[in-house]
């Protein structure tokens, strides 16, 4: 199945904090590619991505990898997450 579809969406913020729902390896690596830089963890999604679509790693091993990106770019949502550009307007009080 070329679609190779996640157990759980991942899910990102794009543009101005619309959030994205990422459903397949085909989604996360088009999202990837598209991505402007050229980071570790970009190139690191972007080898899993592959090798899922090969066959070669599992839908959710791509996924995890993919989650390492984002996370690292502060694009990931998580429970209770609000865009990053809301966040540095608005901070949270300790």
Known sequence: M???PFEKPIRVWVGLGFPRHLNTVVDA????IDWCGNSPEQKAAIRACR????????AETARGVFVAFARKKDILIEDGTI????????????
């Open 2 to 4: 070329f679609a190779k």
């Open 29 to 32: 690596y088009q999202f990837v």
């Open 51 to 58: 090798a899922a679509l090969a066959g070669d790693v599992d």
């Open 83 to 94: 865009p990053p550009m809301l966040e540095k307007a608005h901070p949270r009080h300790a």
